[in-house]
């Protein structure tokens, strides 16, 4: 039977849950890293041993590590196991060298002047679909970068910046490049999304890329609210078997398109509130989709304080709250855009974690919940993975 | 030999002691004890000073014989205990307030 192994991302450190194939018995184990920012860690789809982690500090900046046993011992690529051997053995990879290729540029601030592209995170990594040395990240200040050797040694895939980037702008959150999906039927074609600059997406594996927001609109964020760029796009998402089909759910507004995103419509529907920051679909049903609704953009934690999924059968539209196992009264956690994920057993799983620290899962499609562990620090990524 | 004292975090990622020891020539400066400290150790590279400026990361101080050394040039020479090993030269994480 297959196991199942998530993968948390948090304030002060990464945990990692692994449950049996039923999805009722969970070991933990962490925090790895403890006391730095974990906010994200995932694993290569090819090498269920190979993970990623992102690890940074507010004192110390970035540092990439990666696991080749499933998450039981780290390194910072570049270090071999022959120099970590021994009681005087220290890691000689650096792996934090994220430098933005050529002129550096700018991009707008505050105060409307240009302001300097400066590196200050990553917040998302996404390894490859086929190969386990190649793993895309995004950064903040946004951009997206690219690594062959297992994370050794990153460049920047800076066609990203020449999509009118001089007009993004960050928002309270930072400016970052949050999400990254691939197309697993276009195996060139790439799409990330920016807050606040939206979506955009590559056809030539990452050369040149184009901005994808017609139909969005953000009539209290911009002046334009049709603008080509400056959206605050809080996540994307697609499955595999209609990589054309994506999801969003936008600061405002729960949208979808049918083209690649060369034109989106909001399927916000009955939604209580379609602000929020994840969106995620079912492993086997494409126009199967969840979001967490939250109040509003002052206002970072469910309506009536009752953490509730909502689920739409119809790919959006329709929604059904899911409550079952989850706080009815006095919740006032928020989920972030990074800490949902579904796994691909029968029936699907969902899993996501909150500021509050809880990691809730669900063994039936989001009928019932469960929380796996109640008080880990504030939750900023959760990633699924299947073993065998 | 200079004695340097790393910080809780920066310890574990080196996987060091609370205190290592650097051959650094003269003339005996921060940045030569900065730049020792990184060659010896590449893990550390960008986690004290930036990767591309080489600027000192703002919440990174540097202290040596109850003096903030921090905001010295860094082609300050070291005092002379810490030149001559009676005194390390410490890279701390500064406070955060709250």
Redesign the interface.
Known sequence: MSSIRVLVGTKKGAFILTGDGKRKNWKVSGPHFA??EIYHLKGSPVDPNRIYASQS???????IQRSDDGGKTWN?P??SAEE?KGPE??????S????YEGKVGTHMWYDGTQHPWEFKRIWHLEPSLTDPDTVYAGAEDAAIFKTTDGGKTWKELSGLRAAKSALWQPGAGGMAVHTILQDPKHPKRIYVAISAAGAFRTDDGGKTWKPINRGLKSQFELPDPDAEVGHCVHRITLHPSKPDVLFMQKHWDVLRTDNAGDKWTEVSGNLPSDFGFPIDVHAHEPETIYVVPITSDSLHYPPEGKLRVYRSKSGGGEWEPLTKGLPQKDCYVNVLRDAMAVDSLQPCGIYFGTTGGQVYGSADNGDTWNAIVRDLPPVYSVEVQMLP | MIRVVLPYHLRNLARVGEEVQVEVAEPMTVRAVLDALEAKYPALRGTIRDHGTLKRRPFVRFFACKEDLSLEPEDTRLPEEVVNGTEPFLIVGAMAGG
């Open positions: 006391g730095w500090s507010g004192w110390f900046g970035q540092i910072t570049g270090s970590l053995g220290f890691p000689k990879g650096e934090n060298k994220f430098v």
